[in-house]
C-alpha cells in the first residue's frame, strides 16, 4: 500500500514555473512506476508524464514536451514534476499515481493516487 500527497501547485503567470512534488509512504514506490495526470474543469482527467521505477523511462503527452520534466528520488520516496512556460490551458488538478514497474500512460493501470492539487495558470 502506498499513499501519496501532491503539493506545490498554485497561481502563476503565463510563462512562469512551477514545481509539483509528490511524497509516497510505503515500502513499494522504489518498485512502482509513477505518473502525473490532470483534470480541467468539465474535461476527463489526461495523462501528463510517467516515469518507470528506476527513472530510465519516461513519457510525456505531447502538449508538455520540451515544457515538463519528471523526475523521481527513490532514496526520499519523491517525485517530481517540473513545470516551465505554463500556459493558461495548463490550468488544472494535478494528480500523483503509482501504478506497476512499468511507466504507462494509461490511467486504469495506476493502482493509488493522491488528492490533487491546483495549478492556475493566468494570461
Known amino acids: 500500500q502506498v499513499q501519496l500527497v501532491e503539493s506545490g501547485g498554485g497561481l502563476v503567470q503565463a510563462g512562469g514555473s512551477l514545481r509539483l512534488s509528490c511524497a509516497a509512504s510505503?515500502?513499494?514506490?522504489?518498485?512502482?512506476?509513477m505518473g502525473w495526470f490532470r483534470q480541467a474543469p468539465g474535461k476527463d482527467r489526461e495523462f501528463v508524464a510517467a516515469?518507470?521505477?528506476?527513472?530510465?523511462?519516461?513519457y510525456y503527452t505531447d502538449s508538455v514536451k520540451g515544457r515538463f520534466t519528471i523526475s523521481r528520488d527513490n532514496a526520499k520516496n519523491t517525485v517530481s514534476l517540473q513545470m516551465n512556460r505554463l500556459k493558461p490551458e495548463d490550468t488544472a488538478v494535478y494528480y500523483c499515481?503509482?501504478?506497476?514497474?512499468?511507466?504507462?500512460?494509461?490511467?486504469?493501470?495506476?493502482?493509488?493516487w493522491g488528492q490533487g492539487t491546483q495549478v492556475t495558470v493566468s494570461s
Open positions: 499515481a503509482g501504478a506497476g514497474s512499468l511507466a504507462t500512460m494509461l490511467h486504469y493501470e495506476y493502482d493509488y
Open positions: 510505503g515500502r513499494a514506490f522504489s518498485t512502482s512506476a
Open positions: 516515469i518507470s521505477w528506476s527513472g530510465s523511462t519516461t
